[in-house]
Structures are given as structure tokens and as C-alpha cells.
């Protein structure tokens, strides 16, 4: 069965320095991989997703993540933190069976400081 | 409108009581899900359907139950609250596999 395991419960980062959320799979190599944000008092959002027809994925603002098959990782990147990203963040990856269940990673809970 | 609806907001019960929380979708999506969310451990699949007569159980659905009343409407209940119930429960909607999920804003339930 597909699991998913993100690295580092709590990541606290100052405003303009770079972000970099973690987040490992299972060894089998699922067929979507998702980054979901949870900004206070709010439903989950979609970041972005991986489909394999690019390793790079870009998402909304200013986030990408990198698919890496030898290291089953997918981590989550931002060049510069604003204190918006503050949130919850979590990935994700569709279950083995055809069924289009998503199986969450425990969630990283991004701190920005001024 | 929000296009997926959750009610209540905030529910607070006893032990031993039945609820239940309700979700529609304005989305005209066939799939739907409950999760519940709890501190450390990301979101679980209670529950999900994937049309009014296709209801399947997730990693967690012990103490729960479902109702696909319409394409619409996905509704969770609790037969007997119990105090470890007590979560954040979030209603989504998705078009296929693979596609993204469409979240409520979420029920918080605490159950005394």
C-alpha cells in the first residue's frame, strides 16, 4: 500500500529565506503526487500535482516541488518565504487501487518570520 | 457559494449521542469523501463514494457510518459519539482519479 512521510512536523523560516518542505513516498511509484496547503480556519488547497509528464512541477504562488525516483522523494519548494505561505502543508499520493483515494502525509506546519 | 458546503461549522456532543455532519457539493462531481484530521496525522478516509450507490469504506471507519442521499449530498454519522472522535472532519469532491480534491471548510466536533 502507498504511504507517505513528511519530514519535520514544524519548518520556521524568516521572510525572503528559502523554503523547503520534505516528503517521501512509498517505493512504489504512484501515479500522482500532490502538495495541499490549509491556511487557518480553511478547507486544504491545491498546490500542485505531479502527473510524470515533467520531474518539475510549478504551482501557485511560487511553490514547486521536483519528483525524484531514486530518492522517492517529492519536496516542496519556494525561493523566497512571504508571510502568507504561513500554513499547513501537506502531500499527498493516490492510493494503489483504481480509485482515486489520496493518501496524506502527516502535514509541516510552515512558520514565517518578520 | 462555496461550491462544497459542510454544516455545522462546530458541533460539540456528548458521549454516547448520535450526529451527523452533512455535505453538499454544487460541483456535479460523482466522487465524495469524508476525512477527519488530527493533530500529527494528516487527514484519514473515513469514507468515500463514488456515485449514490457505490459507498466504500476508507482506512478508519470504524464507529462511523455514510449516507449518499443524492449526487449532492454525502452525509457522516456517528452512532455513539466517542471522546476520540473528536476531530476536524472535512467533506471533498473530485471528478475522477488523479484529479484534485475540492475541500469543505471543515466540521470541528468535539465530543465530551
Known amino acids: 500500500a502507498q504511504s507517505v512521510t513528511q519530514l519535520g512536523s514544524h519548518v520556521s523560516v524568516s521572510e525572503g529565506a528559502l523554503v523547503l518542505l520534505r516528503c517521501n513516498y512509498s517505493?512504489?511509484?504512484?501515479?500522482?503526487l500532490f502538495w495541499y496547503v490549509q491556511y487557518p480556519n480553511q478547507g486544504l488547497q491545491l498546490l500542485l500535482k505531479y502527473t510524470s509528464a515533467a520531474t518539475l512541477v510549478k504551482g501557485i504562488n511560487g511553490f514547486e516541488a521536483e519528483f525524484k525516483k531514486s530518492e522517492t522523494s517529492f519536496h516542496l519548494t519556494k525561493p523566497s518565504a512571504h508571510m502568507s505561505d504561513a500554513a499547513e502543508y501537506f502531500c499527498?499520493?493516490?492510493?494503489?487501487?483504481?480509485?482515486?483515494?489520496?493518501?496524506f502525509g502527516q502535514g509541516t506546519t510552515l512558520q514565517v518570520k518578520p | 457559494d462555496a461550491d462544497v458546503t459542510q454544516t455545522p461549522r462546530n458541533r460539540i456532543t456528548k458521549t454516547g449521542k448520535r450526529i451527523m455532519l452533512e455535505c453538499s457539493q454544487t460541483k456535479g462531481h460523482d466522487r465524495m469523501y469524508w476525512y477527519r484530521q488530527d493533530p500529527g496525522l494528516g487527514l484519514r478516509l473515513i469514507y468515500y463514494s463514488f456515485d449514490v450507490k457505490d459507498i466504500n469504506k476508507g482506512e478508519i471507519s470504524d464507529g462511523y457510518s455514510v449516507s449518499r442521499q443524492a449526487q449532492a449530498k454525502f452525509s457522516l454519522s456517528l452512532e455513539s459519539a466517542i471522546p476520540n472522535q473528536t476531530a476536524l472532519y472535512f467533506c471533498?469532491?473530485?471528478?475522477?482519479?488523479?484529479?484534485?480534491?475540492?475541500f469543505g471548510s471543515g466540521t470541528q466536533l468535539s465530543v465530551l
Open positions: 517505493s512504489s511509484v504512484p501515479p500522482y
Open positions: 471533498a469532491t473530485s471528478v475522477r482519479e488523479g484529479e484534485k480534491l475540492f
Open positions: 499527498a499520493v493516490t492510493s494503489s487501487s483504481n480509485t482515486g483515494k489520496l493518501i
